[in-house]
């Protein structure tokens, strides 16, 4: 099947730091990817949706000026997290949609799991 | 807003018994839903798919049943093994392929 490559798939930072995660589709095209939080022992929760060549879409109660996201090119779409904070820690997702729709055309990267000390 | 929840946080079977994962969703609009099984520091893994046209569909080990009537969906996994160990979400699809996940639950296989 499909593969998402997510990069780092963890990491670990100082307070203030800003953390870039790489999402990239390794044999299709995405014109749509999804960044996801989990926090442990909780689900998936949405934060945004990335659309290449235009503005992502954030959910309600997501700041797009903390959480950064570009998605230059149908294969990769990044997700920066500015000035981290511990409270941003937790366990980030991407998914990426391939061409033909579907449920089953969502593809989900390994995680990165981000630690703000 | 609309949600998608679990009724169980937690379900321990054991090897070779049948395994009935639960999942209530709120928005009655809802046309498509998913399963996925997420194992530990990984992210989610398609398990299987159903439209809302449809009350009951079929793969290798697992079934998924919809009733829509009481806006209920259910993940069937028979003869449990140990590598089917891991964390259970139900999701909704609301257009666009944006996914809405539920709570999910933790689904133990002991020996």
């Known amino acids: 099947g499909a593969v998402v490559s997510q990069h780092p798939s963890w990491v670990i930072c100082k307070s203030g730091t800003s953390v870039k995660i790489e999402c990239r589709s390794l044999?299709?095209?995405?014109?749509?990817m999804f960044w996801y939080r989990q926090f442990p022992k909780q689900s998936l929760m949405l934060m945004a949706t990335?659309?290449?060549?235009?503005?992502?879409?954030?959910e309600q109660g997501v700041e797009k000026d903390k959480f950064l996201i570009n998605h230059a090119s149908l294969t990769l779409s990044t997700l920066t997290v500015t000035s981290a904070h511990p409270e941003d820690s937790s366990f980030y997702i991407c998914?990426?949609?391939?061409?033909?729709?579907?449920?089953?055309?969502?593809?989900f990267g390994s995680g990165t799991q981000l630690s703000v000390l | 807003g609309e949600s998608v929840g679990l009724h169980l946080p937690t379900l321990s079977v054991q090897e070779g018994d049948n395994s009935i994962i639960n999942c209530a969703y709120s928005?009655?609009?809802?046309?498509?839903f998913i399963w996925y099984k997420q194992e530990s520091g990984k992210g989610p893994q398609f398990i299987i798919d159903?439209?809302?046209?449809?009350d009951k569909r079929q793969g290798q080990r697992v079934t998924v049943l919809l009733n829509k009537t009481v806006k209920h969906l259910s993940l069937q996994i028979a003869a449990t093994q140990p590598g089917d160990s891991a964390v259970y979400f139900c999701?909704?699809?609301?257009?666009?392929?944006?996914?809405?996940f539920g709570t999910g639950t933790r689904l133990q296989v002991f020996p």
């Open positions: 044999d299709f095209q995405a014109t749509t």
């Open positions: 159903i439209r809302s046209n449809m």
């Open positions: 990335s659309n290449e060549g235009s503005k992502a879409t954030y």
């Open positions: 928005n009655s609009a809802s046309d498509y």
């Open positions: 998914s990426a949609k391939a061409v033909g729709t579907g449920g089953e055309k969502l593809f």
């Open positions: 999701a909704e699809n609301e257009d666009t392929d944006k996914l809405i």
